[in-house]
Every structure is written in structure tokens, then in C-alpha cells.
């Protein structure tokens, strides 16, 4: 039996493997065809193994989900570019990752460019199940969509006498054994849903612009951090990430040696660098990853990602 691409017969393929054309009496085309589509199908075959592979840890890795709250109630610290780029990561890591978007900005839908139909809002005021709230953005990755409808939500969480602080938690049951993490991008200030988003996560993600402003207002969060730990003792700050890193500009580097004063070595995380690729990929709805694979703002996140996933 001959192959339909070269045309040599099928039992000499054994011997293009390990053989010279001259000692296979064949010519060189077809020896050189042959030798091409051995390789195509390997690389195809070993692609297709790696994203099984993911999977198949992704599934042996779902024992629990992880609850991830990018969260500062100072403005313009990178929460949501942290938000995206972190969940857009972990996504393109095999794991599955839910993005939430608790802001009534709604800028998460735009970075990535998409416009859902449905969000956080739908289930908040119980018109729908998580499920059907969630879109699909990329591949092992889906969004729960926020925007300016949640101001009416944050309204009802507000007039509730008891129990307020758990509308969240309640409504984000149906999600565990699904993802393997939610990540949650919060509104600058502190409001009723902010509470609620607290609750509800475990594992506090603090970026930190490196200004003396954001200095004063992390210590004023972390006060408040507190408060919220003496009823939710599950929470943890677990990362503070320090953003529009310059190491050119002396108070950056200040500012980063302050941070060490009062958090552990292990919580501070690798600084992402101030990078235009960064503020440009929203415009473009994508990812750093995939508007500036090679910036150094990819390989920043990416190191973030990589200690997410270890710790
Ligand atoms: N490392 C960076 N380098 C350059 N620009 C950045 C960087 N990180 C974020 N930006 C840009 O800075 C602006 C503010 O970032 P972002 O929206 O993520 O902050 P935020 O904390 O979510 O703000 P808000 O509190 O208003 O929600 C955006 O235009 C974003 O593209
Ligand atoms: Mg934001």
C-alpha cells in the first residue's frame, strides 16, 4: 500500500525515520515529503496530548474552587487590568476561570471585547441562575458581566435589615465544582456589594500603585480588611501586587522597600512594570497576552500567574 502524499510505500515509513533516501531507493522529494508529514502528525499529535493534559489536571486539580478578589478602594491601581490579565492567564493555563465584574464601570466586557447579554445584575435581583449569566469569552474562560445595572442590585442589597452581606455568596452557590477559579474585579470605594464580594472571596489580591497616595489608602484598607476578617476568617491577604513599576524613578523603588515594612516577603508579589502595551490592549479587547505576547507587561503577569498557581 502506497501513501497518498508521497507516494512511497507505508512500510518504508519506519525507515524514513532512521534511514538515508539512497539506502530506501527512493528519491529524494518523496523521502524529504515523508520525513515533513511524520513531523506534522507528531506535532499535531502533541499538541492535541498537552490540552488534554491540562485538562485532565484541570479536573484532577478541581478538589476546590479558589476565590480570588482583586480589590483597593483607591481608584486606578490596575484592579481591572490585574482582573483580566490574571483570569485570562490562568485560562490560557488550562484551568477554568470565571471573571467577575462587580463594578458598574462594566470595563471588563470592553477589555475583552465582548458585549454579554446578561451579568451580575440578572442574578443579583434573582432573574436568572448564575449558569445562565455566565458567557464564554475564551477558551476556559467565562464572565459574569457587571455594568451599570448593578447600581439597582447594590440598592437592594442595601434595604435588606439582615443578612445583606451574604446575597452574594447565596446567589454564587451553584458555582463550586465547576471552576477551578473565580476571580472578582471590585469598584474603587466601599460600598454594600464590595461587602458582599468580601464574604464571599478568600483570597485578597491588593494591587498597589507605586505612589504615596496608594501607600496611606492600603493602610486605611487594610484596616477595614480587618473588621470584615473578625466575621469572614476564611479571607486572607494573600497578595499585594505593586503596579506602574519605574524603576527609573527613585520613589518607585521607595515605595516598593516601604511595602516590605508591612507585609511578608511571600505576600508581596513581583512588580508589574509601567508598560503602554498594557494600557492599550483594552482598546483593543484583548489581553496583554494576546495584544503583546513578547511586552514586558505579559512577562510580568505571567509571573503572577505562576505564583497563583504555586501558593
Ligand atoms: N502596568 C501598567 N502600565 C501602564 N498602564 C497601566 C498599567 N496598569 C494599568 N494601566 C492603565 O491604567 C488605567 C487604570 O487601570 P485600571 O482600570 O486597571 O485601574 P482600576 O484600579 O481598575 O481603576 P478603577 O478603580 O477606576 O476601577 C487603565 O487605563 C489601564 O490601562
Ligand atoms: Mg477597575
Redesign the pocket.
Known sequence: MRCLYTGIPVYQYVGVLVQCPRALHINETAYWSARLLLWHLAVKWLSKYTSKMARLNSLLRRTGLRKIVVA?T???????????NLSAGLAASGFHTLLIDT?T?G?ISTALGVQPEKGLADVLSDEISVEEAVTSVRQNLWLLAGGVSLAGAKRMIARKDFGGEQVLSQQLEPLEGKFDFVVI????GWDSLSINVLFYGQELLT?V?LEVLTLQGLLDFSNRISEVQEYHAGLKQKYVLP???DRRVKKSNEILEQLKNYFEPNQICHP?????K?????GYGQSIYEYAPRSN?AL?YKQLIRKVVAT
Open positions: 483597593l483607591k481608584g486606578g491601581v490596575g484592579k481591572t487590568t490585574t482582573a483580566v463594578d464601570q470595563q474585579d471590585t469598584a474603587p494591587p500603585s503596579t506602574f513599576m508589574i512594570r509601567y508598560s503602554v498594557i494600557s492599550e490592549a483594552p507587561g510580568d
